[in-house]
């Protein structure tokens, strides 16, 4: 179990409520490469997308930001050259009917963040539900939009705080229907939970428990059944809720 402990020293995790964002946060110990960093931002408002693109480049200097008005443009652009991170405007033509869903597949291991000038409980909740790593109001200040890309790109998820309640699910299991605890896991499951918390891949969830991959997705599969969440940023918020995050 050495292996499994030097793991989460090696990460900090970090639960951030401020006055009107709520956080789950799994931070490395190191921010990596900035100059190597691809960042794709689309909007169909040029000075919107502007102001995004500057907020941006303060806070990753050295990396290579892209912008597009066009989401056919961002899609062709994301198959051409892999990206660190893609943000994308909630509204803008083409991302409905499955477009987010298709821009999340493409985006493979980037994050996807989703920017909207007005936010509904339902918007929020079926961009989380389709793999979105944060959903960022327009209304935000420079200062706390950098935070929540800066929280994102460390593997959190980032959520306004109104709609917590229903853009993920409760700790409630779909099975039984009674509310789920820390408790009712198993020391593998929490040990599972706590890593994907922390972002952690499948490989390396598998090379930290001495388990197969297979194995991993197996259990994972399981426990996002369970938990009655469709992917790991809602199981992670979820695992937040019911204290399953840090060391053991």
């Given at each position: 179990?050495?292996?499994?402990?030097?793991?989460?020293?090696?990460?900090?995790?970090?639960?951030?409520?401020?006055?009107?964002?709520?956080?789950?946060?799994?931070?490395?110990?190191?921010?990596?490469?900035?100059?190597?960093?691809?960042?794709?931002?689309a909007d169909d408002h040029p000075l919107y997308l502007e102001a995004v693109r500057r907020q941006v480049m303060r806070a990753y200097k050295r990396a290579e930001v892209c912008s597009f008005v066009s989401f056919t443009d961002l899609l062709a652009a994301l198959a051409e050259k892999p990206a660190d991170l893609v943000m994308l405007d909630y509204s803008m033509p083409g991302l409905g009917g499955g477009g987010l869903t298709r821009?999340?597949?493409?985006?493979?291991?980037?994050?996807?963040?989703?920017?909207?000038?007005?936010?509904?409980?339902?918007?929020?909740?079926?961009?989380?539900?389709?793999?979105?790593?944060?959903?960022?109001?327009?209304?935000?200040?420079?200062?706390?939009?950098?935070?929540?890309?800066?929280?994102?790109?460390?593997?959190?998820?980032?959520?306004?705080?109104?709609?917590?309640?229903?853009?993920?699910?409760?700790?409630?299991?779909?099975?039984?229907?009674?509310?789920?605890?820390?408790?009712?896991?198993?020391?593998?499951?929490?040990?599972?939970?706590?890593?994907?918390?922390?972002?952690?891949?499948?490989?390396?969830?598998?090379?930290?428990?001495?388990?197969?991959?297979?194995?991993?997705?197996?259990?994972?599969?399981?426990?996002?059944?369970?938990?009655?969440?469709?992917?790991?940023?809602?199981?992670?918020?979820?695992?937040?809720?019911?204290?399953?995050?840090?060391?053991?």
């Open positions: 179990m050495r292996e499994r402990k030097n793991y989460f020293r090696q990460r900090r995790w970090l639960q951030v409520d401020f006055s009107s964002y709520f956080v789950i946060m799994a931070l490395d110990g190191h921010r990596g490469a900035v100059g190597d960093m691809r960042i794709l931002i821009a999340i597949a493409t985006a493979g291991a980037a994050p996807v963040v989703v920017m909207s000038g007005v936010a509904t409980a339902k918007d929020v909740a079926a961009c989380i539900a389709a793999g979105a790593r944060a959903f960022l109001p327009k209304t935000m200040e420079g200062p706390v939009f950098s935070d929540a890309v800066s929280m994102v790109m460390h593997g959190g998820t980032y959520v306004p705080a109104e709609f917590v309640g229903t853009a993920v699910p409760s700790a409630t299991s779909p099975e039984s229907g009674g509310t789920l605890e820390a408790a009712d896991f198993s020391p593998r499951e929490s040990s599972l939970l706590r890593m994907v918390v922390t972002g952690a891949s499948n490989k390396e969830i598998a090379r930290t428990l001495c388990l197969q991959e297979v194995t991993v997705k197996f259990y994972l599969t399981r426990l996002f059944r369970r938990l009655g969440v469709k992917n790991r940023s809602q199981a992670a918020v979820v695992a937040v809720r019911l204290g399953l995050a840090g060391e053991e």
